[in-house]
């Protein structure tokens, strides 16, 4: 069976805000735009929310102006977008942590698919597992075998609990009928000493964070979860070479709240797909690790729903603490 996953209407708008909100939708945008994002300054979230602002508000005329709300693993940023007028002035830059909140926490001030416009991705990336470079595994069939025969015994570390990264791991585990030990950090570059030290044998994070150790050598690249080579990592093998049909593929996309006019969804997915276009914006994003990912509302809004019963699936049969 192929596993694949995409890297997670409680709130009623009354009709008359709704009306309110679609009002003189034929001349938006005549004021400046906010695009929250949910995660702190520099971060993925940050940089690829500013990388899209600048093309958007060069296309529409009007500032984009990216706005931080971090905390509660993006959500905070979420909320306030799902609660936002649709008039088109409110938007957020998701990742695909969206979806693991969704399956992490028991309750969420919303519904993470009913309560939001999708527009469009902007960006897809697959997550890297890493070992130390003198680790005594060469690769994901030897990591697999080791945690056969002595269940449990293998630790990975991951930027924390009910993380997209942390969901993948399990993902995989489930798939291939193996224990791992989780072991948790508070983000960022945090595992990397005790994962060069040994202390946790594996690491599962982004290739921002795990690229530089594997390409310098500190590190070394068990696997990369997209379906075949990464061309931004060819040093890591994909995952689905040792366990067919294997795929996680997480993203950062643009959302605004529930009831937006379909012409700005349509003007905005247009404008997203133009600055993927561009040169500048693709070296920007491959500097990250990821590379442009047009699609449509549809599929945009299918991709998040199927992720979101991915990831409640894995959480539940891990027998993961919700939150």
Same mark, same amino acid.
């Given at each position: 069976? %192929?596993?694949?996953?995409?890297? &997670?209407?409680?709130?009623? /708008?009354?009709?008359?805000? %709704?009306? $309110?909100?679609?009002?003189? &939708?034929?001349? +938006?945008?005549?004021?400046?735009?906010?695009?929250?994002?949910?995660?702190?300054?520099?971060?993925?979230?940050? !940089?690829?929310? %500013?990388?899209?602002?600048?093309?958007?508000? @060069?296309?529409?005329?009007? #500032? !984009?102006? !990216?706005?931080?709300?971090?905390?509660?693993?993006?959500?905070?940023?979420?909320?306030?977008?799902?609660?936002?007028?649709?008039?088109?002035?409110?938007?957020?830059?998701?990742?695909?942590?969206?979806?693991?909140?969704?399956?992490?926490?028991?309750?969420?001030?919303?519904?993470?698919?009913?309560?939001?416009?999708?527009?469009? &991705? +902007?960006?897809?990336?697959?997550?890297?597992?890493?070992?130390?470079?003198?680790?005594?595994?060469?690769?994901?069939?030897?990591?697999?075998?080791? @945690?056969?025969?002595?269940?449990?015994?293998?630790?990975?570390?991951?930027?924390?609990?009910?993380?997209? $990264?942390?969901?993948?791991?399990?993902?995989?585990?489930?798939?291939?009928?193996?224990?791992?030990?989780? !072991?948790?950090?508070?983000?960022?570059?945090?595992?990397?000493?005790?994962?060069?030290?040994?202390?946790?044998?594996?690491?599962?994070?982004?290739? *921002?964070?795990?690229?530089?150790?594997?390409?310098?050598?500190?590190?070394?690249?068990?696997?990369?979860?997209?379906?075949?080579?990464?061309?931004?990592?060819?040093? @890591?093998?994909?995952?689905?070479?040792?366990?067919?049909?294997?795929?996680? /593929?997480? +993203?950062?996309?643009?959302?605004? #709240?529930?009831?937006?006019?379909?012409?700005?969804?349509?003007?905005?997915?247009?404008?997203?797909?133009?600055?993927?276009?561009? #040169?500048?914006?693709?070296?920007?994003?491959?500097?990250?690790?990821?590379?442009?990912?047009?699609?449509?509302?549809?599929?945009? *809004?299918?991709?998040?729903?199927? $992720?979101?019963?991915?990831?409640? $699936?894995?959480?539940?049969?891990?027998?993961?603490?919700?939150?």
């Amino acid at each position: 069976m %192929r596993r694949r996953a995409f890297t &997670s209407g409680l709130l009623a /708008m009354p009709a008359i805000a %709704r009306a $309110q909100g679609t009002s003189g &939708s034929e001349h +938006w945008p005549d004021r400046p735009i906010t695009l929250l994002q949910g995660f702190g300054p520099g971060g993925n979230g940050d !940089v690829l929310a %500013r990388l899209a602002a600048a093309p958007l508000s @060069a296309a529409l005329g009007q #500032p !984009v102006v !990216v706005e931080g709300r971090p905390g509660a693993g993006g959500n905070l940023a979420s909320d306030a977008t799902a609660k936002a007028r649709p008039d088109g002035y409110t938007f957020v830059m998701l990742t695909g942590g969206h979806t693991a909140s969704a399956a992490i926490y028991n309750r969420l001030p919303f519904d993470p698919v009913a309560d939001f416009t999708f527009i469009g &991705s +902007w960006v897809a990336f697959p997550l890297a597992m890493a070992t130390r470079a003198d680790a005594p595994w060469q690769n994901l069939a030897q990591v697999i075998a080791a @945690a056969k025969e002595k269940p449990g015994s293998i630790t990975y570390a991951t930027s924390g609990v009910g993380t997209t $990264q942390h969901l993948a791991a399990e993902l995989l585990a489930q798939t291939v009928g193996i224990t791992l030990n989780h !072991v948790p950090y508070r983000g960022g570059t945090a595992p990397l000493p005790d994962v060069l030290s040994g202390r946790v044998d594996l690491y599962m994070d982004t290739i *921002t964070t795990t690229g530089p150790g594997i390409r310098d050598g500190k590190l070394r690249g068990i696997g990369v979860t997209s379906p075949g080579v990464w061309p931004l990592l060819p040093e @890591a093998p994909p995952m689905a070479a040792t366990v067919p049909g294997f795929e996680v /593929m997480s +993203w950062t996309g643009l959302a605004g #709240p529930p009831g937006l006019p379909a012409p700005i969804v349509q003007r905005l997915n247009a404008e997203l797909h133009k600055a993927m276009a561009s #040169p500048e914006v693709k070296a920007r994003m491959g500097t990250l690790g990821a590379i442009p990912k047009p699609d449509s509302p549809a599929e945009f *809004t299918r991709l998040v729903a199927d $992720q979101v019963a991915t990831w409640r $699936q894995v959480v539940a049969k891990a027998g993961i603490e919700r939150q």
